[in-house]
């Protein structure tokens, strides 16, 4: 299996944006479908993006539609999350996973994710 490391999160104003990144090890990164989730304090944990494999087709839940952007770098193992325009709903951890197509179910081990705060 791939091991996935979450980086980028921080502290950011209400407005600002931030590019997580996950980066994971192995040769086959390329072949999966990739996601990222978040789980906000007292919430269950949601989809907030996909990728699929090729980078051709990506999917957003509708409260970062048009905020963020996924995208992946495979010669580099790296998935990307591009968030402007950040709310103080984005606030949770977020995490990286490979995923399967449109269900988007996660199939590997969650990691540590990282934290993202914006203040008001």
């Known amino acids: 299996q791939v091991q996935l490391v979450e980086s980028g999160g921080g502290l950011v104003q209400a407005g600002g944006s931030l590019r997580l990144s996950c980066a994971g090890s192995?040769?086959?990164?390329?072949?999966?479908?990739m996601g990222w989730f978040r789980q906000a304090p007292g919430k269950e944990r949601e989809f907030v993006a996909g990728?699929?494999?090729?980078?051709?087709?990506?999917y957003y839940a509708d409260s970062v539609k048009g905020r963020f952007t996924i995208s992946r770098d495979n010669a580099k193992n790296t998935v990307y999350l591009q968030m402007n325009s950040l709310k103080r709903e984005d606030t949770a951890v977020y995490y990286c996973?490979?995923?399967?197509?449109?269900?988007?179910?996660?199939?590997?081990?969650w990691g540590q994710g990282t934290q993202v705060t914006v203040s008001s």
């Open positions: 192995g040769r086959t990164f390329s072949s999966y479908h």
């Open positions: 990728i699929r494999w090729n980078g051709g087709s990506t």
């Open positions: 996973n490979a995923v399967l197509y449109e269900s988007w179910t996660p199939i590997l081990a």
